[in-house]
Structures are given as C-alpha cells and as structure tokens.
C-alpha cells in the first residue's frame, strides 16, 4: 500500500470527503432503479464497483463527484465485469464499446466544468 506522509494523507481525505455521500447515492440509484450495465446489459447487483466514472477521478478531481462523470457497468461480481474492461482496455477496444458514443456525448457535456489540463490523449480519445 502506498504510504503518505501526514499534509499528503490530510490533502488526500480533503479530497475524497464527499465520496462516501456520492456513492451511496449512486448505489441507491441502481437498486431503487434496478438499473442494468449500459454495456452488456446484465443487471446490476447495488456494487460500488458498478459505479464507473468516465474520466478518472484522481485525475479529474474537479469533477470526481460530478453526476455526470458516471456511467453504470457491471463490476467485479459479474460475468462480464465491463467496468474493469472500460478503465484497462486499450483505447482502440474502448472504442469498440456499445457505451462508447454515449460517452463521447458526456464528455462533451463535462469539458466546460473541468478545471484540470485535459491532456491530448484524452481529446483524442473522446472527441473522434
């Protein structure tokens, strides 16, 4: 496990504090709606690993707990498990995604409110 020193752990749990609040609501949001992963369709158990955020939330700390970086994906207790699929497939294969176009949209909806650098990399993965 990664170790911090005392000011970086301090800044670190700063910047999660409204975590905790966004995913309960978010979980609540799948089982109230029994809502199923927009990639594959399967349906979704309640998980927080079923909350996928589009652009990544240690990176985009701006919009970490913004409603509109989330996307619902199965997670690590399914058979397809298309969370994990969207952080660590290529780009190439993500784009291949059913959920791709969808996300092309939101990040078009996300750019404005972003306060970080957004890098090339991810221009041109989202705005092809």
């Not at 978010?26 to 927009?38: A, N, R, T, V």
């Not at 996300?103 to 221009?123: A, G, R, S």
């Amino acid at each position: 496990m990664k170790k911090y020193s005392a000011k970086s752990r301090e800044k670190r749990i700063e910047e999660r504090k409204d975590f905790p609040e966004f995913f309960q609501k978010h979980i609540q949001i799948i089982k109230d709606g029994k809502l199923s992963c927009e990639e594959c369709g399967e349906r979704l158990k309640g998980d927080v690993s079923e909350i996928a955020h589009i652009l990544p939330k240690s990176k985009f700390k701006s919009i970490s707990t913004n409603d509109l970086n989330v996307i619902y994906l199965c997670g690590m207790y399914s058979n397809n498990n298309c969370h994990h699929n969207f952080d660590n497939l290529t780009v190439e294969k993500v784009k291949q995604m059913n959920i791709f176009p969808k996300i092309c949209e939101i990040f078009k909806e996300l750019e404005p409110i972003i306060t970080e650098q957004i890098n090339y990399k991810i221009y041109d993965k989202y705005t092809t």
